[in-house]
């Protein structure tokens, strides 16, 4: 068994752990923030990030992990994603499989009660991924990254809804 190394992923618009601004949020303009990493490995082949919120619908009584945006195939010379990034700004190769929301692309948090913890998942694989299709969602992406993780990270942002 390999070892997984550490990727570190971290974001210009809110520190780990704090709270996501509103304007990536269903409250605001709903963009995704801005993203950039360091420490890829030499050997990865593709990066692939998972967005999502394992607090649904209330952090008191969670029962479900909803999915705010899934990419794969980003290729492994990327180190950041701008804010606001819509599939034209993906680099080259970059595919994008359905959220909980059943469409490609960012959707931000938009939780119903309490305050919600968003975990971004940056993995480095050892493989390109095959285009999974216009079906394609998270548990696919993560099916087919199984057994060539060779480095993961992850930053939580917060968010509670302004508005009750």
Request: include cysteine; charged fraction near 15%.
């Amino acid at each position: 068994m390999l070892a997984v190394l550490s990727l570190v992923i971290m974001s210009g618009q809110f520190t780990a752990n704090g709270s996501i601004p509103v304007a990536h949020t269903c409250e605001g303009a709903d963009t995704a923030p801005s993203l950039h990493w360091l420490g890829v490995p030499p050997t990865a082949k593709s990066l692939a990030l998972v967005v999502d919120d394992p607090d649904a619908p209330d952090p008191k009584a969670p029962k479900k992990t909803f999915v705010h945006w899934v990419l794969y195939n980003l290729p492994p010379t990327a180190t950041a994603l701008p804010a606001g990034a819509t599939r034209a700004q993906l680099p080259p190769g970059t595919r994008e499989a359905n959220n909980d929301h059943q469409v490609l692309g960012w959707r931000g948090p938009c939780p119903p009660v309490g305050r919600h913890r968003y975990f971004f998942k940056l993995y480095a694989l050892d493989t390109v991924l095959p285009d999974l299709g216009a079906a394609a969602d998270k548990a696919m992406v993560v099916a087919a990254m199984k057994g060539h993780i060779v480095a993961e990270g992850q930053l939580v942002g917060t968010y509670e809804k302004l508005s009750k």
